[in-house]
């Protein structure tokens, strides 16, 4: 087991690159956008951002048209104004919305629902959660664009646009043209992935990350050599194919011993081991009773050569943005970022920040990143690798090395920003911290994307996205077929994590050009940082009566039709009415299915039987009483061939999704 990173007092003051800003929000925003404008409210505010009067920044008093929420941000000087376009489904789809809805035709719940039997909704609002960061990116950005002169007003960005961006790694290796991934979905089998369950009752998640760690640990407990080999290849695999279909032995035998005996067995051996923790816990640990941002946006020392306060674009009463002569309409036009990162967390915050305009320069070891050519393979790479990392520009140097070190250095010094996702200390180790880099690029924004932050509190599990999805009090909101809790194998936080740490660069780079500070700047943001994001409404209480969830949740229900699956949204008492008014041609639904409602697990309420008329007509009756529903994506290689969502995608040897937003 690992250590967290240290506390150490970094902190020499605070910056805070809305100061000044006003946001004016919708006093009710439309069905099915809650989750994302509070998002959005939340985490302007934390950047210094106050309440303005109920009106956008350019336009009359505020009041929510149609589908969709108007947000805006204004500055205390002209161009320094923003404003942003939410809605649920992409323009021109005037259908009802909702997070059910969402996860149904956007892909998460067939994702999801590969490792426990078939298309199951998550039970968290975690695209609505992504679509708020994104939208707030988005304000950041055009705020940004006004202090660098860049032509850039108005965003535009739609919950779907979003869960497609996010979820692309999947869809791109369902669609590559080199042996397509199919991952089928077996009968869902208790014993057959994590979490385990002791002797005495402990639910737990286990991570290695090389085959020794689990080769001892499983040997140890008596797990016959054969079955760990190929346990060993499916658990591997999980983190890209959303499924580990395991030996029943591991679990079998796993059974026999008490938590605290598989404790030490996992030390002895290297395994990394977690208990899932509740709620109930997780409200306890002080970074939720401190209510933490979900990123660490420092200011440090002054220029160590020189002590000057640096330069910026604007601020104060003479403010002049900084004009980019014929810069294209994208914000971070003209900005440059490096990058040292593998996996998901890293690369897909700066594949977000050059989807915004930047130049991406990305440091790999010699030969390139290994993930390069795990298959499918689309053209010359990684389907998935191409998801996260085409048309951003390698270099191939050894950082361990005193010369590679230089060339880091070398690399940095004309950059904007500079971005790791190295182990804790690492850093330091190499010669590579903040204070280093700073010597040679005083101006940079350095940024570090963790798994645990630096909160105390004693050892942490290994900082892998299941890992942290079990302490964090995610996985029990995350349920089996049985209704027990376990993380999901959609990789949630390093997901919602890449985006967090996007938004704090962005939020730093905006301190940076508006001279809210006066020395150098680190961002730091994790993977527990995401998981309070995804949880605030349940860590904070809000909506929660004495049972059940919160209101925040998606609620609805998922049942099969004649002829396939739908999910269907809103509330209890609108999918009621639409069922007992219906429409011409459908018979009202009778009897149960035996499937539970989405949003609570908990509840033994079955969903109505539709199984006596198609989808098409039962998603007309809900649609006509103004109730959300969708049928059920269950094969992502559809999707960028559903008219629906056609136009998110471009084709290069994979599908790719495009940037979730559009500006103007």
């Known amino acids: ?167 692309g790694q999947y869809a791109a290796a369902a669609t590559a043209e080199e042996e397509p991934e199919h991952v089928p979905t077996p009968p869902y089998r208790r014993t057959a992935r994590p979490p385990f369950v002791s002797a005495d009752g402990v639910r737990f998640e286990v991570e290695a990350l090389d085959v020794g760690p689990w080769r001892d640990f499983w040997k140890e407990l008596g797990v016959p050599a054969k079955d760990i080999a190929t346990s060993w290849r499916h658990f591997v695999g999980r983190y890209a194919r959303a499924a580990a279909p395991l030996i029943t032995t591991l679990a079998q035998c796993a059974a026999r011993h008490r938590y605290a005996t598989l404790c030490l067995v996992a030390e002895r051996t290297g395994m990394s081991i977690c208990s899932l923790r509740t709620l109930a816990d997780r409200r306890a640990d002080h970074d939720v009773r401190y209510d933490d941002d979900p990123w660490e946006l420092r200011e440090l020392a002054q220029d160590p050569l020189t002590g000057d306060r640096l330069p910026y674009a604007g601020g104060g009463d003479g403010f002049v943005p900084r004009a980019l002569p014929g810069a294209p309409r994208l914000p971070l036009a003209g900005i440059r970022v490096v990058e040292s990162t593998r996996r998901i967390q890293g690369p897909l915050a700066t594949r977000l920040l050059q989807a915004l305009g930047a130049h991406i320069i990305r440091i790999e070891p010699p030969g390139g990143d290994p993930l390069r050519g795990v298959p499918p393979i689309a053209g010359d790479m990684s389907a998935r690798f191409a998801v996260l990392n085409a048309g951003k520009e390698v270099r191939e140097i050894d950082i361990r090395t005193a010369a590679g070190r230089r060339a880091v250095a070398e690399t940095v010094a004309d950059a904007d920003v500079f971005l790791h996702n190295w182990a804790p200390g690492k850093a330091a180790q190499l010669q590579l911290d903040d204070e280093d880099l700073a010597r040679v690029n005083p101006r940079l924004v350095y940024a570090w994307a963790s798994a645990w932050d630096r909160v105390p509190g004693g050892a942490r599990p290994l900082g892998t996205d299941f890992m942290v999805q079990a302490w964090s009090g995610v996985a029990d909101r995350v349920r089996t077929p049985e209704d027990t809790p376990a993380p999901s194998l959609v990789t949630l936080l390093d997901v919602l994590g890449g985006h967090i740490a996007a938004e704090g660069i962005l939020a730093a780079l905006l301190a940076r050009e508006s001279g809210a500070t006066a020395g150098r700047l680190r961002v730091d943001s994790s993977l527990l940082g995401a998981s309070r994001v995804l949880l605030r409404p349940l860590l904070r209480g809000v909506g929660r009566g004495p049972a059940g969830p919160p209101a925040t949740a998606a609620s609805g229900f998922v049942a099969p039709t004649s002829d396939g699956l739908i999910a269907v949204g809103g509330t209890g008492r609108s999918a009621e009415h639409a069922l007992a008014t219906g429409t011409t041609g459908v018979t009202g639904a009778t009897g149960t299915t035996g499937r539970r409602p989405a949003t609570a697990p908990q509840s033994g309420d079955p969903a109505p039987d539709l199984s006596s008329a198609p989808s098409a007509a039962w998603l007309k009756r809900f649609h006509e009483a103004g109730v959300p529903a969708r049928e059920v994506v269950t094969d992502i290689a559809s999707l960028p061939e559903d008219p629906a969502f056609s136009a998110l995608f471009t084709h290069h040897g994979c599908a790719l999704p495009t940037p979730p937003w559009r500006f103007s």
Do not use: N
């Open 1 to 167: 087991m690992s250590s967290a990173p240290p506390l150490t007092p970094l902190t020499t003051g605070d910056a805070l690159p809305l100061d000044g800003r006003l946001v004016h929000l919708p006093p009710s925003p439309p069905a099915g956008l809650a989750t994302a404008t509070d998002v959005v409210r939340d985490h302007l505010t934390r950047l210094g951002a106050r309440f303005g009067p109920g009106g956008p920044a350019s336009a009359a008093p505020y009041a929510p048209t149609g589908p969709e929420a108007v947000i805006g941000l204004s500055g205390p000087h002209p161009g320094q104004s923003a404003e942003l376009t939410l809605r649920g489904w992409p323009v021109g789809d005037p259908t009802p919305f909702d997070e059910t809805a969402a996860q149904a035709a956007c892909g998460l719940m067939a994702i999801h629902g590969r490792a426990t039997g078939g298309p199951r909704p998550l039970g968290l609002d975690y695209l609505g959660t992504v679509a708020g960061v994104a939208a707030t990116q988005a304000l950041l950005a055009t705020a940004l664009a006004g202090l660098r002169g860049v032509p850039v007003h108005r965003a535009h960005v739609s919950v779907a646009e979003a869960a497609v961006f996010s979820l």
